[in-house]
């Protein structure tokens, strides 16, 4: 029995020091994800009305849209959409952008259809941001749309 007890504890103590290190489960920080080379796909949209979560659940045809940036400070995105009758509709954009030192980028458009400003697009440390507002002066709705994509 005295074994069995020198067993146990010498298990417990293997296991409470060697133990997994402390980045596994951290947030990776913004500086380390890369800008180019990757394809950001889309993975989480959250739309919020006057401060109220509205429980979006993207389609699966929303979330194949990607953003990709190019060494040569291109960048081209592919936005999907469900249309009117529900069949899957691809946009594709192209233009150039600038990044800053915080890691926002400003996108200039120079072709493709269905085209939106997007002046809060960034790297984050959850992935790529894209926040979209909309807004009704009247009414004073205002409506964000935040899309998050990942590599």
Same mark, same amino acid.
């Given at each position: 029995?005295?074994?069995?007890?020198?067993?146990?504890?010498?298990?417990?103590?293997?296991?409470?020091?060697?133990?997994?290190?402390?980045?596994?489960?951290?947030?990776?920080?913004?500086?380390?994800?890369?800008?180019?080379?990757?394809?950001?796909?889309?993975?989480?949209?959250?739309?919020? =009305?006057? @401060? /109220? $979560?509205?429980?979006?659940?993207? &389609?699966?045809?929303?979330?194949?849209?990607?953003? #990709?940036?190019?060494?040569?400070?291109?960048?081209?995105?592919?936005?999907?959409?469900?249309?009117?009758?529900?069949?899957?509709?691809?946009?594709?954009?192209?233009?150039?952008?600038?990044?800053?030192?915080?890691?926002?980028?400003?996108?200039?458009? =120079?072709? @493709? /259809? $269905?085209?939106?400003?997007?002046? &809060?697009?960034?790297?984050?440390?959850?992935?790529? #941001?894209?926040?979209?507002?909309?807004?009704?002066?009247?009414?004073?709705?205002?409506?964000?749309?935040?899309?998050?994509?990942?590599?």
């Amino acid at each position: 029995m005295k074994k069995l007890s020198v067993l146990i504890l010498a298990t417990i103590f293997i296991f409470a020091t060697t133990s997994c290190s402390n980045d596994d489960n951290e947030t990776k920080k913004e500086e380390e994800f890369p800008t180019t080379g990757v394809v950001w796909k889309l993975q989480t949209v959250v739309v919020e =009305t006057n @401060g /109220e $979560n509205q429980n979006y659940v993207a &389609t699966d045809c929303e979330l194949e849209s990607t953003v #990709e940036f190019k060494a040569d400070k291109t960048f081209s995105r592919k936005l999907n959409i469900n249309a009117d009758g529900g069949e899957c509709s691809s946009f594709i954009q192209s233009g150039t952008y600038t990044e800053d030192e915080s890691r926002v980028f400003t996108l200039t458009y =120079t072709e @493709g /259809e $269905n085209v939106r400003d997007s002046e &809060t697009i960034r790297i984050s440390s959850r992935g790529l #941001e894209e926040l979209v507002v909309d807004g009704d002066a009247a009414t004073g709705e205002i409506t964000g749309t935040l899309y998050t994509y990942k590599f």
